[in-house]
Every structure is written in structure tokens, then in C-alpha cells.
């Protein structure tokens, strides 16, 4: 695989799950890695754990939906490192309701983080990288970004978009040695479910991930950048089914739900 040493990586959620696994994988191949979220406690915990591997990290605070402290963390990365090679969108919450118990503000802020956030955060970083003339923006959607679930209608929204933005910003980029990634993690173990806005308890379908599994998936990408990563392959196979037979999904959902 490609080494990744001195390339500079920016990783949004980078305080737990998912953002802090991609993070430490990061170091550990030698990237330099700067965290980025709102609770800074953790990402010192996380940017230890780094230094004591001997890894280069920087601490970035802020919270997605807030333009100026995204712009600012960049700006302070650019001032550090001088460059930005990868840009991870992680960040991001999960809702649970049923969808007449979702108002229009939840639905709202929702996106502020799962879909403006990741607009915002790529916005930042895409000047250094054209100037650099290289560079890889990997968003992290969701099988629930290629397939709905009940009692996750606002949360499938919000990832489903995220596809659409993605898809066409690849296109828009194509030639500038600029490279954008959609990863579609399953079901997977970290706080994302406590973090969560719960007004239902959803079923859960299908097999589990671990945050290294997603973590590892991730970098791989990074060394050989690819549109899309299914972190747990098969589920590709739902998504490719629910494109060509949704009626036939729905069924099969509901017999899982059942049992
Ligand atoms: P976690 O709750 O463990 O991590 C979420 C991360 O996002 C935290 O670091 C949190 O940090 C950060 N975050 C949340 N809101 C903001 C904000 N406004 N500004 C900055 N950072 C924020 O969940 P996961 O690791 O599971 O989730 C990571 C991504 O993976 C999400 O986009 C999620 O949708 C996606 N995903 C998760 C799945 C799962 O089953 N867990 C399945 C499929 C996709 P802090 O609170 O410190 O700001």
C-alpha cells in the first residue's frame, strides 16, 4: 500500500468511534492528523494515545455547523503544516422517530451537521488542494444513505443527500487531481447511539461493525483512493438492490422486522 508518511489529514468527529479509529490509523501508517469536534477533552485523549505512538497530531475544537471555527481550524492547520492531503467528513448524529414525531427544526439541525457541515468543512480545505493540485475528500455516509429505515427518515435524509453532493462534487473535480470518496458503513459499535436524538427505539438489522473495521476501510481508500467503500461489503448488494427492486426491499425489511 501507498505510504502516507508526512501527508497532513484532517478528520472531522475525530473525539470518538469512527473519527477517532480513522484518526489513530491515520498516525499509525505516519500520516500527521488533526482532530477536529467540539468536546476538546477528548481529542487530547485521542492526540496522547497518538504522541505516545510517536505520531504528529494537532487538536482542533469547534463544531461543524459553526462556518467561522471550521475556516479558522483550517486556516490554523495551513499556518502548522503548510498542506492538506485528505479531508475525512465524519462528523455527524443520528435521529431516531417516527416521522410525524420529526419537526422541521430537528429535520434542520440535523442537516446543519450531516450535510452543511461536510459542505462547509470541503469548502475550506478545496483552495489548498487545488493550489496543491491534489488532495482527497472522503465523506462518510451510511448503508442508510442507499436505503431508508423505519423510524429513520430525517437521519436517511440527511445521508441520502450526502450521496447526491458527493457524487456530483467527484464529477466537478474530475481533472483537478482531486479525489472524492462515499463510505457506507453498516451498523457499527461506538456512541453514535447514545449520541443520538431518540424518540423511538429502531430495530436493528444485520451484522455489526467495530470503528477499526470502518477505520481500516477508510485508509485503505486513502492509499488507493475509490468512489465508494462499503466497509462491510456486502452491503453493497442491498444497495444495489434497493436501486433496482425498493418494493421487493421493503418486503424483505419488514420480514427481518418481524422475527
Ligand atoms: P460517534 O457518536 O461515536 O461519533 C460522532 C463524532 O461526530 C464525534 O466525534 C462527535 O464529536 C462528532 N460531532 C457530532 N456533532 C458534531 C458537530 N456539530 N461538530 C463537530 N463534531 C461533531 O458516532 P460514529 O463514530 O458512529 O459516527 C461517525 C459517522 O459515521 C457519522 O457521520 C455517522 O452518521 C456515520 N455512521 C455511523 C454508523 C453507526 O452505526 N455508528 C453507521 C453508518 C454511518 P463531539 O461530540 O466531540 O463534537
Not at 469512527?18 to 485521542?46: C, H, K, P, S, Y
Not at 459553526?66 to 443520528?94: E, H, I, M, T, Y
Not at 442507499?146 to 474530475?174: H, I, M
Request: charged letters at 25%; one cysteine or more; glycine letters at 8%.
Amino acid at each position: 500500500m501507498p505510504d502516507l508518511a508526512g501527508k497532513v489529514a484532517l478528520v472531522t468527529g475525530a473525539s470518538s468511534g469512527i473519527g477517532e479509529a480513522t484518526a489513530r490509523e491515520l498516525a499509525r501508517q505516519w500520516a500527521r492528523v488533526a482532530l477536529f469536534a467540539r468536546r476538546e477533552n477528548r481529542l487530547e485523549e485521542v492526540a496522547d494515545g497518538i504522541r505516545r505512538g510517536g505520531g504528529k497530531v494537532m487538536v482542533l475544537t469547534g463544531d461543524v455547523t459553526d462556518p467561522a471555527a471550521v475556516l479558522s481550524a483550517v486556516q490554523r492547520l495551513l499556518a502548522d503544516w503548510k498542506r492538506v492531503d485528505v479531508l475525512v467528513n465524519n462528523a455527524g448524529r443520528g435521529m431516531a422517530a417516527p416521522f410525524e414525531a420529526v419537526t422541521a427544526q430537528e429535520l434542520r439541525d440535523l442537516l446543519e451537521v450531516n450535510l452543511i457541515g461536510v459542505l462547509t468543512a470541503t469548502q475550506a480545505v478545496l483552495p489548498a488542494m487545488r493550489q496543491q493540485g491534489s488532495g482527497h475528500i472522503i465523506n462518510v455516509s451510511s448503508v442508510a444513505g442507499r436505503r431508508g429505515l423505519p423510524l429513520r427518515s430525517a437521519y436517511n435524509a440527511t445521508k441520502f443527500a450526502l450521496v447526491g453532493l458527493t457524487e456530483a462534487l467527484r464529477q466537478e473535480l474530475r481533472g483537478t487531481g482531486i479525489r472524492v470518496s462515499l463510505v457506507y458503513p453498516i451498523s457499527t459499535v461506538t456512541e453514535f447511539h447514545d449520541a443520538e436524538v431518540k424518540k423511538a427505539e429502531p430495530r436493528r438489522y444485520g451484522p455489526v461493525q467495530s470503528a477499526e473495521q470502518v477505520a481500516g476501510a477508510i485508509v485503505r481508500c486513502v492509499q488507493r483512493p475509490r468512489p465508494e467503500v462499503y466497509p462491510y461489503p456486502p452491503a453493497r448488494i442491498l444497495a444495489v438492490l434497493s436501486a433496482l427492486a425498493p418494493g421487493f426491499v421493503d418486503w424483505m425489511m419488514e420480514r427481518l422486522r418481524s422475527r
